[in-house]
């Protein structure tokens, strides 16, 4: 069973990243007094970044007992360690570094010189979400892409409809890099709450396509069992 769509408007790019990043932060913290743990899976992405550098910023930060939260990720890009291009870096200089957050709690997906293959960095990532319990993620953030993309599940590409791992392997998609790590989406629909992040003009189409169901689209197709949240600015909701 998954959740109805809820659909909250912001003024910009920059409240929907401040008010996602308080958002979090109750989440986790209301998670935690219920649970022994949280597992949040954090996005890329402009947007998604500065919903991070957020969290960081925030008082309320400081209230979270950070060694009880696990943190994961939708999707990465196939390309070495310390490379631009890399989701787990940039989430690292946003909020990874400033927080009592143990290591061993950062999972990130393999890199290109780790493994050999996209499809051995799947593997190993697979192995190590059902070695933590194979957990229903508390909060899964994605960012939205102008082709109604989301993580590394891109419109007709054959990741799409892969089954029965929760990770697949990408190749040839059609946003470089092109070879990436993502999870399935039979996974992110696992997840407890999804929010699905997106801003600007540019998105104003491909949300209101996705908010109808377009089922082409894979941010259609993304829903959480307990709740689905589309965080969006003003600039994207005019298509609506």
Not at 190 to 195: D, K, N, S
Request: glycine share 8%; hydrophobic share 50%; with cysteine.
């Amino acid at each position: 069973m998954t959740a109805a769509r809820e659909v909250i408007v912001y003024a910009d790019a920059e409240a929907v990243a401040d008010a996602t990043a308080a958002r979090l932060l109750l989440r986790i913290g209301d998670t935690l007094a219920h649970r022994e743990r949280a597992d949040v899976v954090v996005t890329g992405g402009t947007v998604g970044i500065a919903t991070l550098a957020a969290v960081a910023a925030s008082p309320l930060a400081t209230a979270i007992d950070w060694t009880d939260v696990h943190v994961w990720w939708g999707d990465e890009r196939f390309v070495p360690v310390g490379d631009a291009d890399r989701n787990e870096g940039q989430a690292q200089s946003a909020l990874l570094a400033s927080l009592p957050l143990p290591e061993e709690n950062i999972h990130r997906m393999g890199a290109e010189g780790q493994f050999a293959t996209a499809e051995d960095a799947a593997t190993a990532y697979a192995r190590e979400y059902a070695d933590a319990g194979s957990p229903a993620f508390d909060v899964l953030m994605l960012g939205l892409g102008p082709d109604g993309h989301v993580a590394s599940l891109f419109p007709g590409h054959p990741g799409l409809a892969a089954t029965g791992s929760p990770t697949l392997a990408v190749h040839d998609s059609p946003k470089p890099p092109p070879t990436r790590v993502s999870l399935a989406l039979e996974t992110i629909n696992r997840a407890r709450e999804v929010w699905v992040i997106a801003a600007g003009e540019a998105k104003a189409d491909v949300v209101a396509r996705c908010l109808r169901g377009d089922l082409e689209l894979p941010g259609a197709a993304v829903a959480g069992s307990d709740r689905t949240l589309w965080l969006i600015d003003a600039a994207a909701a005019t298509s609506i």
